[in-house]
């Protein structure tokens, strides 16, 4: 792979697309580190695909700049296409082609052919449990079998930034959890990866940085960490062995909220190095601890959120 | 936005398309290849073989030397338009056109690609039929320079207008009514049969407007070494045709009409 030139993994830049009146990006600018996993999030309709699509040259763009290791997806193309693999939410294959044929003719788009394409190739089909359907064309394989292929075709001319429109969607959660490690592996190898989704939980799990689009606007670009804890909420609930006789100032400082019925003391907002005083508070005013619970909003709850407000 | 549409630096990704497009025609050789010879026999038995042994000779051949000329023609445009623009379409449709829009493969590399494809699929069905001809009655071109550009040249002509209705079709019948309202028509009274000589004065009139005619009667002149035209109008013609439906397809294809939306 020729060395790349300065700049991030991913520039998109003021990226505005429009169908006539339609507009279905609307001055979208993110940008993605080298070696990042970056989830990029939105409802349907909101702008990911059609994104995408102009990152990789399956759309025009009306306005806006996208650059891909400092090359210029318009001006540098090719240079710029060489170093992105696009597994794509639809399944495109050529019905024609044998799947080792389908990796190999690939790569051959790519300017690559030979015996280390050929061998690379035959290392895919290992790597994703294909090698006994080398022979067949893609209409012969399991749903999972073709999510495999896709990602294993992306990945043939060996980019440095992959590209996964869904890359989960339609299969079981075995496979799923598989195609993770995958993907994590890949990621520590030092493929920048982007990803859309709609398991959130996937997003949340591997996903270092997030992007959330709404209605073709970006409304939220962060650390997914960060982004948790700042838009996400944490609550501390403790049920105690009798029932609490008043509500001491120590804990009223500590935002705690009392429930007769359960006997649950509830803490709100509170992280998580602050557990332990917490119940040692509880405990030093004289009452046993009979359940503690502590739970903490999703990716897909601050998702919600931020898609609601952004209606 | 416009790209670099014109960049001509993949060879491999070039040559990669071509193969694919021949892979492609070895799957389906029972619509493109075997289809051709068959009809091309049949037309010589019953006409060049049976009626025609009722005709006198036409610019001095006998009429089923002097059909080979215009079957081959006929095939070759039927053929190369038909393979074309289904293959470009079935990408469309299939969406596997995309592994070639997302590759550092620029407009005319692609059109290239498919036009490459299409003149050796012209190439062997022609040659094909004229082995056909040959077995059975006995012709073969005097001048193959001629026989080899005239093939290429209405391969390029008729893949570059596959290229375009493969683009503009919305659906597989729209691919057809190009075959079935203009090429099967004009090819028909363009000369296949008969020389614009034995036409009425009016019709042979309105056949100078039929780009078919002139195709077939400088092919012709590859076997017969006659032309009811000039051999130079005819050639510049179909080349005038042949870069004027390379233009479109290469615009088309530069701006991803109906490919990158």
Redesign the interface.
């Known amino acids: 792979m020729n060395a790349s030139r300065n700049g991030p993994a991913l520039r998109v830049t003021d990226l505005v697309k429009r ?1 006539g009146e339609f507009v279905a990006v609307d001055g979208i600018s993110l940008e993605v580190a080298r070696g990042d996993f970056f989830a990029f999030l939105g409802p349907n309709g909101a702008g990911k695909t059609t994104t995408i ?1 102009a990152i ?6 009306t306005a806006g700049a996208i650059e891909i290791f400092g090359y210029d997806n ?1 001006r540098a ?3 710029a ?2 170093r ?1 693999g ?1 597994a ?1 939410q ?8 044998s799947i080792r ?1 389908v990796l190999i ?2 790569a ?6 030979g015996a280390a394409v050929r061998k690379r190739a035959d290392d895919l089909l290992e790597r994703f449990a294909l090698t006994s359907k080398a022979n067949d064309t893609f209409m012969r394989l399991s749903g999972g079998m073709k999510r495999r292929l896709s990602l294993a075709r992306a990945l043939i001319h060996e980019p440095e930034l992959l590209i996964l429109d869904e890359p989960t969607a339609g299969v079981d959660v075995e496979l799923r959890i598989e195609l993770w490690e995958l993907l994590r592996e890949l990621n520590v190898g030092g493929t920048t990866i982007i990803l859309t989704t709609h398991y959130l939980e996937e997003a949340e799990s591997l996903c270092k940085n997030v992007a959330i689009v709404e209605g073709g606007r970006l409304v939220a670009m962060e650390p997914t960490a960060k982004l948790l804890a700042r838009r996400g909420s944490t609550t501390l609930t403790v049920t105690l062995e009798r029932p609490l006789t008043h509500l001491t100032e120590a804990l009223a400082a500590r935002g705690a909220a009392y429930d007769a019925a359960t006997r649950a003391l509830r803490f709100s907002g509170i992280g998580p190095a602050e557990i332990a005083p917490t119940l040692a508070l509880i405990v030093a005013q004289g009452y046993s601890i009979q359940n503690v619970d502590f739970t903490r909003s999703s990716l897909q709850d601050v998702f919600l959120d931020l898609v609601g407000r952004a209606h | 936005m416009a790209i670099d549409m014109w960049g001509f630096r993949n060879p491999v990704g070039l040559l990669t398309l071509v193969k694919r497009e021949l892979v492609r025609t070895l799957k389906v050789i029972n619509q493109v290849i075997w289809p051709p010879i068959i009809t091309t026999i049949l037309y010589v038995l019953v006409f060049g073989l049976g009626l025609g042994s009722q005709v006198r000779a036409i610019q001095g051949v006998p009429y089923a030397a002097f059909l080979i000329p215009g079957l081959i023609m006929l095939q070759v445009i039927d053929q190369t338009y038909g393979e074309s623009s289904s293959s470009l379409f079935q990408g469309r449709f299939m969406s596997s056109i995309q592994e070639l829009l997302v590759s550092p493969l620029s407009a005319v590399e692609i059109v290239t690609g498919f036009l490459l494809a299409a003149i050796v699929r012209a190439v062997v069905i022609a040659l094909l039929i004229l082995a056909v001809g040959f077995v059975m009655v006995h012709t073969l071109p005097q001048n193959w320079p001629l026989y080899f550009f005239m093939t290429v040249l209405v391969a390029t002509l008729f893949g570059s207008i596959g290229l375009i209705f493969g683009l503009l079709a919305e659906k597989f019948d729209h691919i057809a009514v190009f075959t079935t309202f203009v090429i099967t028509p004009l090819v028909f009274v363009g000369g296949v049969f008969t020389s614009a000589q034995f036409l009425p004065p009016l019709v042979r009139a309105v056949s100078l407007f039929n780009p078919m005619f002139y195709m077939i009667d400088a092919f012709r002149y590859a076997f017969t070494g006659r032309t009811d035209v000039p051999l130079g109008l005819s050639i510049g013609i179909v080349s005038a045709l042949t870069l004027a439906s390379l233009a479109v397809a290469l615009r088309m294809m530069g701006t991803g009409y109906k490919l990158r939306v």
């Open positions: 169908y699509n990789v040259g399956l759309a025009t763009i318009v193309w090719r240079e296409r060489r992105v696009l794509p639809e399944y495109n294959f050529d019905r024609y082609l044929d003719y690939q051959g788009y790519y300017g690559l052919r």
